[in-house]
């Protein structure tokens, strides 16, 4: 209660904003919130924390900057790739083959499939187990990585042809069990690959940076990839062309690219299946998997900074990562820390062991010594959540994404539903993928800048405003798409900007710019627990309001059915959201009136309080908090400071 009254003392203490609202206000408005948390506002002066932006330390890289973690970068962009197929497929390749089916899927079963991704929120659940369980000739974080990652990609290998075969006679409960496990296995790998992140990148700015691109070019691989690839007409009238012109190229090409029929005319139909797809994810599970056995060691070579006159010590044991964001204490100088300084070196004496990056970690436990029980890091993890500035993170978190759930969740298959034909969508997200890589890699430089809240800021704004365009780029289809399928090229185009726009600019920015924070107040001490906490809430964020918006469509949808051929209507908004039988017997009836519309006006009109009066006023406050606010000390206790 008390951290509560603190966090609203500063937040009114805090100079009036100016109008507008924009990235300089939000910049001014960190300094002002920093200067009052750390002197004489509502938690007085926090010993040893002057400057008044304690994550702008963090925007430099260790001496010989990203050269030095060129293995890991390579390493952890791969893992995250590997993560990134099953959420492609889950919660996107899947829906859309289910809707697309002989039998369409309704919204509700569609609902039903998205629990699928649940893992991914509630794998804090068993975060700790990966943190203090392991096998110690193998390494803390590769006991989970090879063996999690093997299971996966044998289970994809037997089960390709049955999950193809399910798809095709809408089995939606016998997919969601099975993408629900093979989800399970992705998120507990992405616990031990979040802690090894920590530990073995000296600059976890990187780290952001490699889940994002990892996790994009999975994604984009497993669903926009896949749907291309799976999907006849496209390969038809870009692919197999494409591959004819090879063929007349190369004397050896014919027998790489066989055309069929006659006449040099190129072969016909898709180029890769569902059971493909999981059959080559298999395979490069697999493949990683033998490449972290044989070659990756647990922690890198030690190599001390240049010019700065030190040792690799003797023990074997690589020194702890050069991390500047935890540098606020000093300049990286040797001796004991009090309760918030020395964090560079020296003992964290209230914060508890040994004192590496971030002034002594929890417990005294950290990646580079012997990992904690896992009841120790479950009574380190309590403790967090009882921190009131995890406790308003979270808030923050869970309420962000509301607004933009009718978007993600039925944006493109109402598109789909309207006449755009896949293909063409697929087209559109294969040229969103350049772009959103490229809005990673700004946003991630922005973000380390200190202030990652400004770029996220920027990129909610952005995206609230295309949610709300999506709704009338849905109406407009009725005169953009002919009645034979042919889309005209300004509804096209209007179609890909929109996309491009809230997927790289939007969604993107808004990732990459909160991985960036998560990192610069993740600690070591509790490995991968830590980041799994707030990535699990952030994930939360964006998953709890699928399934009952999805609903909400199909609730609030009205249609209108001939009963026999004759009779009177039937406006069957609840008897279609019963079952997937019931949507494909309402396949034939003409909709009075759509649910899509009203819950996305009513979820973009909630994003306009919740960005100007919730994140707005909160993100910056929490920002500007000192280090400590973040911690806890030995056997779960607070780390004693007087904002607490």
Same mark, same amino acid.
């Given at each position: 209660?008390?951290?509560?009254?603190?966090?609203?003392?500063?937040?009114?203490?805090?100079?009036?904003?100016?109008?507008?609202?924009?990235?300089?206000?939000?910049?001014?408005?960190?300094?002002?919130?920093?200067?009052?948390?750390?002197?004489?506002?509502?938690?007085?002066?926090?010993?040893?924390?002057?400057?008044?932006?304690?994550?702008?330390? &963090?925007?430099?890289?260790?001496?010989?900057?990203?050269?030095?973690?060129?293995?890991?970068?390579?390493?952890?962009?791969?893992?995250?790739? %590997?993560?990134?197929?099953?959420?492609?497929?889950?919660?996107?390749?899947? *829906?859309?083959?289910?809707?697309?089916?002989?039998? =369409?899927?309704?919204?509700?079963? %569609?609902?039903?499939?998205?629990?699928?991704?649940?893992?991914?929120?509630?794998?804090?659940?068993?975060?700790?187990?990966?943190?203090?369980?392991?096998?110690?000739? $193998?390494?803390?974080?590769?006991?989970?990585?090879?063996?999690?990652?093997?299971?996966?990609?044998? #289970? %994809?290998?037997?089960?390709?042809?049955?999950?193809?075969?399910?798809?095709?006679?809408?089995?939606?409960?016998?997919?969601?069990?099975?993408?629900?496990?093979?989800?399970? %296995?992705?998120?507990?790998?992405?616990?031990?690959?979040?802690?090894?992140?920590?530990?073995?990148?000296?600059?976890?700015?990187?780290?952001?940076?490699?889940?994002?691109?990892?996790?994009? +070019?999975?994604?984009?691989?497993?669903?926009?990839?896949?749907?291309?690839?799976?999907?006849?007409?496209?390969?038809?009238?870009?692919?197999?062309?494409?591959?004819?012109?090879?063929?007349?190229?190369?004397?050896?090409? *014919?027998?790489?690219?066989?055309?069929?029929?006659?006449?040099?005319?190129?072969?016909?139909?898709?180029?890769?299946?569902?059971?493909?797809?999981?059959?080559?994810?298999?395979?490069?599970?697999?493949?990683?998997?033998?490449?972290?056995?044989?070659?990756?060691?647990?922690? *890198?070579?030690?190599?001390?900074?240049?010019?700065?006159?030190?040792?690799?010590?003797?023990?074997?044991?690589?020194?702890?990562?050069?991390?500047?964001?935890?540098?606020?204490?000093?300049?990286?100088?040797?001796?004991?820390?009090?309760?918030?300084?020395?964090?560079?070196?020296?003992?964290?004496?209230?914060?508890?062991?040994?004192?590496?990056?971030?002034?002594?970690?929890?417990?005294?436990?950290?990646?580079?010594?012997?990992?904690?029980?896992?009841?120790?890091?479950?009574?380190?993890? @309590?403790?967090?959540?009882?921190?009131?500035?995890?406790?308003?993170?979270?808030?923050?978190?869970? +309420?962000?994404?509301?607004?933009?759930?009718?978007?993600?969740?039925?944006?493109?298959?109402?598109?789909?539903?309207?006449?755009?034909?896949?293909?063409?969508?697929?087209?559109?997200?294969?040229?969103?993928?350049?772009?959103?890589?490229?809005?990673?890699?700004?946003? &991630?430089?922005?973000?380390? &800048?200190?202030?990652?809240?400004? =770029?996220?800021?920027?990129?909610?704004?952005?995206?609230?405003?295309? $949610?709300?365009?999506?709704?009338?780029?849905?109406?407009?289809?009725?005169?953009?798409?002919?009645?034979?399928?042919?889309?005209?090229?300004?509804?096209?185009?209007?179609?890909?900007?929109?996309?491009?726009?809230?997927?790289?600019?939007?969604?993107?920015?808004?990732?990459?710019?909160?991985?960036?924070?998560?990192?610069?107040?993740?600690?070591?001490?509790?490995?991968?627990?830590?980041?799994?906490?707030?990535?699990?809430?952030?994930?939360?964020?964006?998953?709890?309001?699928? @399934?009952?918006?999805?609903?909400?469509?199909?609730? $609030?949808?009205?249609?209108?059915?001939?009963?026999?051929?004759?009779?009177?209507?039937?406006?069957? $908004?609840?008897?279609?959201?019963?079952?997937?039988?019931?949507?494909?017997?309402?396949?034939?009836?003409?909709?009075?009136?759509?649910?899509?519309?009203?819950?996305?006006?009513?979820? #973009?009109?909630?994003?306009? =309080?919740?960005?100007?009066?919730?994140?707005?006023?909160?993100?910056?406050?929490?920002?500007?908090?000192?280090?400590?606010?973040?911690?806890?000390?030995?056997?779960?206790?607070?780390? =004693?400071?007087?904002?607490?």
């Amino acid at each position: 209660m008390a951290g509560n009254q603190a966090v609203a003392s500063t937040v009114r203490r805090r100079p009036r904003r100016k109008a507008g609202g924009g990235g300089d206000a939000a910049a001014a408005s960190v300094t002002a919130a920093a200067s009052t948390a750390g002197g004489g506002g509502a938690g007085g002066k926090v010993h040893g924390t002057s400057p008044p932006d304690p994550f702008a330390h &963090g925007a430099h890289p260790p001496p010989g900057g990203w050269r030095g973690d060129v293995s890991s970068i390579a390493l952890f962009t791969a893992l995250y790739f %590997l993560q990134g197929i099953p959420m492609g497929v889950t919660f996107g390749a899947i *829906p859309f083959l289910l809707k697309a089916s002989a039998t =369409p899927a309704s919204y509700a079963s %569609l609902g039903l499939f998205s629990f699928a991704g649940w893992p991914y929120s509630l794998k804090l659940g068993w975060s700790p187990l990966v943190d203090g369980l392991h096998w110690a000739p $193998a390494g803390r974080r590769r006991s989970w990585v090879l063996p999690v990652q093997a299971v996966c990609g044998g #289970v %994809l290998l037997a089960c390709a042809g049955w999950v193809e075969a399910a798809v095709e006679r809408g089995a939606v409960g016998a997919l969601t069990a099975f993408f629900f496990g093979i989800v399970g %296995l992705a998120a507990t790998q992405d616990i031990a690959v979040d802690g090894w992140a920590l530990s073995r990148l000296r600059q976890r700015s990187y780290g952001s940076v490699c889940q994002s691109v990892g996790l994009t +070019a999975g994604y984009f691989s497993a669903f926009t990839v896949f749907l291309s690839l799976n999907n006849a007409d496209f390969c038809d009238r870009y692919v197999h062309p494409a591959l004819a012109r090879l063929a007349a190229a190369a004397t050896s090409a *014919p027998a790489l690219f066989p055309l069929g029929g006659g006449g040099g005319r190129p072969a016909a139909g898709a180029l890769l299946s569902l059971a493909g797809l999981l059959r080559a994810a298999g395979c490069a599970y697999l493949l990683v998997t033998v490449v972290v056995l044989v070659w990756v060691p647990e922690e *890198p070579s030690p190599r001390p900074p240049r010019g700065s006159g030190a040792v690799a010590p003797a023990t074997g044991v690589p020194p702890p990562p050069r991390d500047a964001l935890c540098n606020n204490g000093g300049s990286g100088g040797g001796g004991d820390g009090d309760d918030s300084g020395g964090r560079s070196g020296g003992d964290g004496s209230d914060n508890g062991g040994n004192g590496g990056v971030g002034g002594g970690h929890v417990g005294g436990d950290s990646d580079d010594g012997v990992a904690a029980s896992p009841a120790t890091v479950y009574a380190q993890l @309590a403790a967090i959540t009882r921190l009131p500035a995890i406790r308003h993170l979270c808030v923050l978190l869970l +309420a962000s994404k509301l607004p933009f759930a009718a978007h993600d969740g039925a944006t493109a298959l109402k598109l789909l539903d309207a006449g755009v034909p896949k293909a063409d969508l697929a087209a559109m997200a294969a040229l969103h993928v350049p772009l959103e890589l490229g809005v990673t890699l700004v946003a &991630g430089r922005a973000a380390a &800048g200190g202030r990652p809240s400004v =770029p996220f800021l920027t990129a909610y704004r952005l995206r609230l405003v295309l $949610a709300a365009l999506s709704p009338v780029l849905v109406a407009a289809a009725a005169v953009g798409v002919a009645p034979d399928g042919t889309v005209a090229r300004w509804y096209w185009w209007s179609i890909f900007a929109v996309g491009a726009a809230y997927q790289a600019g939007g969604s993107a920015g808004m990732f990459v710019s909160m991985g960036a924070f998560f990192a610069s107040i993740g600690d070591e001490g509790v490995g991968g627990t830590y980041l799994t906490l707030l990535n699990t809430v952030n994930n939360g964020g964006g998953t709890w309001p699928r @399934a009952p918006v999805l609903a909400a469509i199909e609730a $609030a949808t009205v249609r209108s059915c001939g009963a026999g051929g004759g009779g009177g209507d039937a406006p069957t $908004a609840a008897a279609a959201a019963a079952t997937a039988t019931a949507a494909a017997a309402a396949a034939g009836c003409t909709i009075t009136r759509d649910g899509y519309y009203l819950v996305s006006a009513v979820l #973009v009109a909630a994003g306009v =309080p919740i960005y100007w009066w919730v994140l707005r006023r909160w993100l910056p406050v929490l920002e500007a908090l000192p280090r400590e606010a973040w911690r806890v000390g030995r056997g779960g206790r607070r780390t =004693p400071t007087k904002w607490q």
